[in-house]
């Protein structure tokens, strides 16, 4: 099994900067693509930011210029820079990755528990 943990949500004011963490552990074999989704309340689960493998990213426009998605291959782990935050960006963050657990095997979606960011006006 792959587990996936998440960390660095919290409560932070208007204009500020936060940074989240997801560290993928388990049966791995290959991590494909990694990616940080967002959930507000009454609202659908959306794409934030991705990153593949080789470091190509795939970036919402409500955050871009804002928000950088950078992984560190060697641990598995997956992070997203949250600069100059607005109360719109409220919601749950999950972490999601993509993954192969042995050579022959297909890939599988895995998700995190979801951290919480808040953003006070």
């Known amino acids: 099994q792959v587990q996936l943990v998440e960390s660095g949500g919290g409560l932070v004011e208007a204009g500020g900067s936060l940074r989240l963490s997801c560290a993928a552990s388990?049966?791995?074999?290959?991590?494909?693509?990694m990616g940080w989704y967002r959930q507000a309340p009454g609202k659908q689960r959306e794409l934030v930011a991705s990153?593949?493998?080789?470091?190509?990213?795939n970036t919402a426009d409500s955050v871009k210029g804002r928000f950088t998605v950078s992984r560190d291959n060697a641990k598995n782990t997956v992070y997203l820079v949250m600069n100059r935050l607005k109360p719109e960006d409220t919601a749950v963050y999950y972490c999601?990755?993509?993954?192969?657990?042995?050579?022959?095997?297909?890939?599988?979606?895995?998700w995190g528990q979801g951290t919480q960011v808040t953003v006070s006006s």
């Open positions: 388990g049966s791995i074999f290959r991590i494909n693509a």
């Open positions: 990153i593949t493998g080789d470091g190509n990213t």
């Open positions: 999601k990755a993509i993954v192969r657990i042995a050579p022959t095997s297909p890939s599988y979606d895995y």
